[in-house]
């Protein structure tokens, strides 16, 4: 993760041409510099879903990278817009297509996004977590709001114990 920018760097009385790697100064606005903070995930298996697509999407730029595959450039404005676009609708609205220039469906371009890392996420054992849930927590949420239960019992069917997690 990165620091916000400006954020003072820590200081040290060592001298050394190390660099300082206490904030992100990569600013290329192309694909694959950064992975942002997903939100919480009440599903174990939701959790372990969004960890495998991010650890393949590393992985699989990592590998264009090395190999000369040409990733996009994008102006950091369309990246902002599909932003704002997953924070206010999620997986139910729509994304920029950047190939196409139109919008398209959240869940599409989330499953091509997924076929695109599944070469890399087979090779590592992250593809049998890449699972795009019918419906995300927010979804299930409205839906139990909607049928008229309480917020106190919206959050009790969240935290219900599922599946156990073991160390």
Known sequence: MRTAAGAASPTTSR????PDRSRSTRRSGGACDRIWI??????LLEAQSVAALCYSLAA???RAHDEGEPLPSLPHRLLEENLWRAIRYGL????LDFDRGEPVPARARLEALVEWAL???EETGAAPYLVVPPLTASDRQIALAEEGLTLEEIY??????GEPVEG
């Open 15 to 18: 001298s050394s041409t190390a």
């Open 38 to 43: 997903c939100d919480a995930q009440p599903d």
């Open 60 to 62: 699989r730029c990592a």
């Open 92 to 95: 139910s609205g729509e994304l």
């Open 119 to 121: 070469p890399v996420a």
């Open 156 to 161: 009790a069917e969240q935290v219900r114990a």
